[in-house]
């Protein structure tokens, strides 16, 4: 099956990108933990139950949302706060263009990826204007803005009813036919986020992002465009979202506007505070421990919302830079 | 009565991190006495002030008012034991009218006889103020500000009013003006303790003091000896070329003294 | 020009909350630069607690007081776990904090009360006053008093008692009001118990004009409060008040002749306007000069 050798294709990129002749443990495990990592999730369809496929599964759609929130709020430090909307925008843009219009998948996520990126270009330009916890506030806004259209738009998004029936995805002759399938592609789009995202934060316009934000008037003066850098990454952590948006709609085949509500926003932004600003690994890690832990621990269910907050409390008194960030959140602010 | 030390540190050690601000320094300042503290950027004046007033934690050594250990004390129980501060670049409260600065300084008190006799007092020392009580702070000029901060820390009605850095940012006139205002706090009865980058102003009122290099006392003792000492000479008073400049006619390093030193010394 | 005055009055009344509610909050944004987003829950769970009383058959006026001390009290607990132990850190931690301050509330409320909508009961019938073709209600008459004294009180306990001096001197300046005397550690929580207790007082409002108490009242209140806060000027707390009706009016002219549903869309496309254009707000303090 097709999708598959897309992901194993991600699994010798990943090798190849680490360092050639490591020579301490450290930098071994580097290397091995990942690949370990990967052969474990392509075998995991055969290791595992349907039940924690499909928990992995939820968890691989959330990867490129947190890692999409990470580049923003810990490699740009800007402090967005309003992630479901960029990730429900995708989602709506699925079901919309494939139940409505019989639009094929690779189209339709693309379009997706692209939809958010556009919303997320006009909500970056004004908020490079817009400083630190007033932003917070502004792309919660962002959120309920998003949710009053989509519940009051009920000709194109079907109101609080949403839009029901989504096909299952068919990209040219592959087709996605079960759960394991679904798997696949949830790990390819991960796969390949997690790769844009190493490639972006590796390259010079990676050390751009991290000068524009630790120093942007030294960054401006060097001839950074600090306008151009914090709205592309804007720009490209929405794509981000959209895209999984869009996977998470068709592995759902249902869209409503309570997928992405504030809430969902605060979980993908504590996904990349927990796991670590700035920390790609930290993204992945956030997603895994926010979507996973609640599924595993089922009787907790009751007391999610506040356990999610006592994280919070503890993370930024005790731990601030999450768990395997380098960036503390507190210095993101210039008063 | 007057053998015990109004204040007193005690062999008291401050560190920021790794770095050692302030090592092993002791200070006494007895009732009634001008007392300044020397030194030049960064060798611990300010963390003194800051240790006096329990804003920083001591890695070592104690601090005594009147005898009794207050280093564990929060800020605001200092203050109400009679400690009063002046802070480094006057910091007034600059979007409250003069009056309620004054107000503020007076604690947690409601309008009553004695409050409107502490204000007739500092309105006494600064007349001016009371010109301007209903003018927003930040609006008041350096020097105006200056007098603000002072009669602020007069309304806790003080036994030791610490003073850090009165002279810094003013003009030279300002800066005779700000040590006059000082001598004049010093007469209305409470003891001062100046902290300070210019010796030369510094020294002209004091009674005694104390220099600072790289968080350890250097040199202490009367004003007079300080004055005398040619090592302080070098460092301080001596290279303060530039503190000549705040002094007009002043043409030696050190300048021409007033009456008010209490043992001047020909040099 | 009947239909634009009623739909004034109506937006002055959902005003008059959010400025109660504005307030309070805009109170402690002014004092340590925090944005208290537990602000709403903490008055959703007192609102809750109120309701509670009410049904028990705890008279009205006790009942309300307990719930407004409830209000206070909570507001402090959520200060001395949340916000102390970060007043040295930046001022994100603490809006992240604040967060989760507010989703533990959420999760007590809910494990408590439940996910449901509850109806508020009024002891009064629901009488009309007109006025000109304008029809006020008895409850709108309440909360136009209710804001009116309460904003008149809050004036008068911040221009005039020493408190509100000790309050002032912080928001201008919190290392040298400690230096001279303010004791800023009994001050702080005491400005929290305030804008805690005037937040409860939003929040009764809030539910007896909608005839609703629910879990998500908290998180709308807290929204509605910031853009109103921003409206008028963050940490002003007249720019609050004023903000609070600016905003009222505002979404319920744009109910009246645009389209109901988008009272949110509303209240962030006014506040981004402003934050992008008067970020100060339009009737923001002068500012302090702090170093």
């Known amino acids: ?335 | 009565m007057s053998s015990e030390p109004l204040l007193e540190l005690r062999n008291v050690s401050v560190d920021y991190g790794q770095f050692r601000a302030l090592d092993d320094v002791s200070y006494r300042i007895m009732p009634g006495e001008i007392v300044c503290l020397l030194g030049g950027n960064a060798c611990g004046k300010s963390t003194s002030m800051k240790a006096i007033f329990g804003q920083v934690r001591l890695a070592e050594g104690e601090i005594r008012w009147r005898g009794e250990r207050i280093d564990q004390l929060p800020t605001v129980r200092r203050v109400q034991m009679g400690i009063a501060a002046v802070p480094e670049g006057r910091r007034v409260f600059a979007r409250m009218q003069v009056e309620e600065n004054l107000l503020v300084g007076a604690g947690m008190h409601w309008r009553g006889a004695q409050l409107k006799q502490d204000l007739e007092r500092v309105y006494g020392l600064f007349p001016r103020l009371e010109e301007r009580r209903l003018q927003l702070a930040g609006t008041l000029s350096g020097g105006e500000q200056q007098m603000l901060a002072m009669g602020r820390a007069l309304m806790s009605r003080p036994t030791l009013i610490c003073m850090d850095e009165p002279s810094m940012g003013l003009s030279p006139k300002l800066v005779r003006q700000s040590f006059q205002l000082i001598e004049q706090i010093h007469r209305s009865g409470a003891a001062v303790f100046v902290v300070e980058q210019n010796a030369n102003a510094a020294l002209r009122i004091a009674h005694r003091g104390y220099v600072l290099q790289n968080g350890r006392l250097v040199l202490q003792g009367s004003a007079a000896e300080i004055l005398a000492d040619a090592g302080m000479r070098e460092a301080y008073l001596g290279r303060a070329g530039s503190s000549a400049d705040h002094h007009p006619g002043a043409s030696s390093a050190v300048p021409p003294m007033d009456s008010s030193m209490p043992t001047p010394k020909s040099l | 020009m009947t239909a634009f005055l009623q739909q004034v009055v109506n937006g002055l009344a959902s005003g008059s909350i959010y400025a109660l509610i504005a307030v309070g909050y805009s109170m402690v944004y002014g004092v340590l630069e925090l944005i208290n987003f537990a602000h709403g829950d903490i008055f959703m769970l007192a609102t809750f607690l109120t309701l509670t009383l009410i049904l028990l058959g705890v008279p009205w006026p006790l009942a309300i007081l307990l719930g407004i001390l409830a209000g206070a009290i909570l507001a402090m607990i959520v200060e001395r776990f949340a916000y102390r132990p970060l007043r040295n850190a930046d001022r994100i931690a603490p809006t992240i904090t604040a967060v989760g301050a507010a989703l533990i509330i959420q999760n007590v409320a809910l494990a408590t009360w439940g996910p449901q909508t509850q109806p508020f009961p009024l002891p009064f019938g629901s009488g009309l006053i007109q006025l000109g073709g304008v029809y006020i209600t008895v409850l709108q008459l309440i909360i136009f008093g209710m804001a009116g004294i309460c904003a008149l009180a809050l004036y008068l306990l911040v221009q005039l008692t020493p408190w509100g001096r000790a309050m002032r001197a912080i928001r201008d300046d919190p290392t040298t009001a400690e230096l001279v005397g303010v004791p800023v550690n009994r001050i702080v929580p005491a400005v929290y118990a305030v804008g805690g207790g005037l937040g409860v007082i939003g929040g009764i409002l809030f539910a007896a004009y909608y005839n609703a108490v629910y879990i998500g009242m908290g998180f709308t209140g807290t929204m509605n409060a910031f853009v109103a806060a921003v409206l008028g000027g963050i940490g002003s707390l007249k720019g609050a008040f004023i903000g609070g009706l600016l905003l009222g009016v505002m979404q319920a002219l744009a109910i009246g002749y645009i389209a109901s549903g988008f009272e949110n869309t509303v209240a962030f496309v006014i506040m981004i306007v402003i934050l992008v254009l008067k970020p100060r707000g339009l009737f923001a303090l002068p500012t302090a000069s702090r170093v």
């Open chain 1, 1 to 335: 099956m097709r999708v598959r050798t897309e992901a194993s294709g991600a699994a010798t990129a990943v090798s190849s990108r680490a360092p050639a002749t490591p020579a301490t443990i450290r930098s071994y495990a580097r290397i091995v933990l990942p690949v370990l990592l990967l052969l474990f999730l392509l075998a995991a369809p055969g290791l595992i139950g349907s039940y924690h496929l499909h928990v992995l599964t939820l968890i691989l759609i959330y990867v490129p949302c947190a890692l999409g929130q990470n580049l923003i709020t810990g490699n740009s430090g800007q402090l967005s706060m309003g992630h479901a909307a960029f990730f429900g925008l995708g989602a709506y843009a699925v079901a919309i263009l494939s139940v409505r219009y019989g639009w094929p998948a690779f189209p339709a996520l693309l379009a997706a990826a692209g939809a958010a990126g556009l919303v997320g270009l006009l909500i970056g330009l004004p908020a490079i204007r817009i400083s630190g916890d007033y932003l917070f506030i502004v792309t919660i806004g962002v959120n309920l803005v998003f949710l009053d259209i989509v519940t009051q738009w009920v000709p194109v998004t079907g109101g609080t009813a949403g839009i029901p029936g989504l096909p299952m995805p068919s990209f040219g002759f592959v087709r996605v036919r079960s759960n394991v399938d679904y798997f696949y592609l949830a790990l390819a789009i991960a796969a390949l986020c997690f790769l844009v995202t190493l490639a972006i934060t590796r390259s010079r316009f990676g050390k751009m992002i991290e000068a524009s934000r630790d120093d942007p008037v030294a960054a401006a003066a060097c001839g950074i465009s600090l306008t151009a850098v914090r709205v592309s990454v804007f720009v490209i952590g929405a794509a981000m979202a959209g895209l999984a948006g869009g996977v998470l709609g068709y592995f759902i085949g249902f869209v409503g506007p309570s997928d992405f509500n504030v809430q969902q926003s605060l979980l993908i932004f504590e996904m990349a505070i927990l796991g670590g600003l700035g920390s790609i690994w930290g993204s992945v890690a956030g997603a895994a421990i926010l979507v996973g832990l609640p599924e595993i621990l089922r009787f907790l269910q009751p007391y999610r919302l506040g356990l999610l907050g006592l994280i919070m409390i503890v993370l930024m008194i005790y731990r601030p830079q999450g768990l395997l960030g380098s960036v503390r959140i507190t210095n993101l602010i210039r008063k």
